[in-house]
């Protein structure tokens, strides 16, 4: 009951290597491992971080800082995964059903394919990019490694991730093998933390695919040709529809909101020590500043992702509304035009997802949230007779709240707390330049 059609095969793969996906094979032992992998890194990183704290060589402290968190955030999510195994299977059931019942309904697969597509190309951008900062990282830490070598030759070599290992590692070949050992490592936390990424992209597209459905359903309604007892069964259709949308967003509410909420002050954070390496590489060399720049790239679009899924499911989810009040539910039967405004009132609420229950993830919260209240009013509804009047007024008060996508309730996820990140850690950099 997996629907491998919404989720691309390096998704799953990946999924299932970090012990994510259901009923995967050896889902006990690839988890143990993945706790052994990341409890040594996470002790040795920590164990590195607290030895080194101070003003000596604060960018070293800044670098190891910034290096660690990604780390802990990814341990954090698997976790997160694990004990909600549950929730993701459901929601994995759910895009199974939407797949069976786009079949039986020819006109919306093309749709869905459609959608699926644009998750498959995303996805697999998301985790190119992913590899080519890590490659760029790895590269030019060679490339300064061995410039530093050759200048001073008694200088002891430092490990790609900066650890405190409980061993000597700076003689040959002992120090090949850490560099291997810490390259895959590294190589799997990224595509792990690619692969979580696209995953929150291809579940966010699958409900936008389902409000489209909904959408070309609600145009496509005749009511020239309506028969009230097959019509009837047509509008019942969409609010079962509409309700598994919103059950699914629910969801993935449920799965990602404290995740969320971690990510984006894990990403502050690594935005902030990051944009000081910055401002400290500008003096320094070129080549460090690139291998900074490509991990900048990589955590910055983690907060992207998150914003931009959060603005896309809350102005998709904001639309059915508008479609269904577009569609000629006023001339319908009475009895039938009450399931369409049951329809009309229940898509008012805007779905989200949350940071931790405190924030929502939108892009134009209040504003959007009114844009449905406006239309509504702006129609010549007092010059209908009162019963008729009377049907629009629970549009316009239901309208005036909005489907958010927050990270822990705390705040929206959306363009605009993204851009606040930005002109956050843009305002620290500007006085670190100033400093200097």
């Not at 909101?257 to 003096?283: D, E, K």
Request: glycine share 4%.
């Amino acid at each position: 009951m997996i629907p491998i059609r919404s989720i691309s095969y390096p998704i799953v793969i990946g999924l299932r290597l970090i012990g994510i996906w259901p009923k995967s094979s050896y889902e006990i032992i690839v988890r143990f491992i993945w706790v052994i992998i990341m409890m040594c890194a996470q002790i040795f990183q920590y164990r590195y971080i607290i030895n080194h704290i101070g003003f000596n060589n604060l960018a070293d402290l800044i670098d190891s800082v910034s290096t660690t968190l990604p780390y802990s955030l990814l341990c954090f999510k698997l976790i997160s995964f694990w004990t909600k195994r549950k929730i993701f299977e459901n929601i994995l059931i759910s895009m199974y059903h939407d797949w069976t019942n786009a079949f039986a309904a020819d006109f919306t697969v093309d749709d869905m394919i459609k959608k699926t597509e644009l998750a498959y190309y995303y996805s697999n951008l998301i985790m190119g990019i992913y590899a080519t900062a890590v490659f760029m990282y790895v590269g030019v830490y060679l490339e300064l490694s061995h410039h530093d070598q050759g200048n001073q030759s008694n200088l002891s070599p430092e490990l790609l991730v900066k650890m405190d290992l409980p061993f000597r590692y700076d003689k040959s070949p002992i120090y090949e093998y850490v560099f291997i050992v810490q390259f895959i490592q590294l190589f799997f936390i990224a595509s792990s933390i690619a692969v979580l990424d696209a995953l929150i992209i291809t579940l966010i597209f699958h409900i936008g695919g389902q409000i489209e459905i909904l959408h070309k359903t609600l145009k496509n309604i005749s009511i020239k040709d309506e028969k009230p007892e097959s019509f009837r069964i047509i509008i019942k259709s969409l609010i079962d529809r509409h309700y598994r949308i919103i059950v699914g967003s629910e969801y993935i509410e449920s799965l990602f909101s404290y995740i969320a909420l971690i990510q984006l002050i894990c990403n502050t954070l690594v935005i902030c020590c990051i944009g000081f390496l910055i401002v400290v590489a500008l003096n320094s060399n070129l080549k460090l500043l690139i291998r900074i720049l490509f991990f900048y790239i990589a955590i910055t679009l983690e907060a992207f992702i998150f914003s931009i899924a959060g603005e896309y499911l809350s102005n998709k989810s904001l639309s059915v509304s508008i479609s269904a009040y577009e569609s000629p539910w006023y001339l319908l039967s009475p009895k039938n035009r009450s399931v369409m405004i049951l329809l009309m009132v229940r898509s008012q609420r805007r779905l989200t997802i949350t940071a931790g229950k405190f924030m929502d993830l939108s892009m134009q919260g209040f504003a959007n949230s009114k844009l449905i209240a406006d239309t509504a009013y702006e129609f010549l509804w007092y010059n209908m007779n009162p019963n008729e009047s009377r049907l629009l007024i629970p549009i316009i008060l239901r309208a005036q709240r909005g489907f958010t996508f927050t990270f822990g309730k705390f705040a929206t996820l959306s363009m605009e707390s993204f851009t606040a990140i930005m002109k956050a850690s843009g305002s620290y950099m500007s006085v670190l330049l100033a400093m200097t």
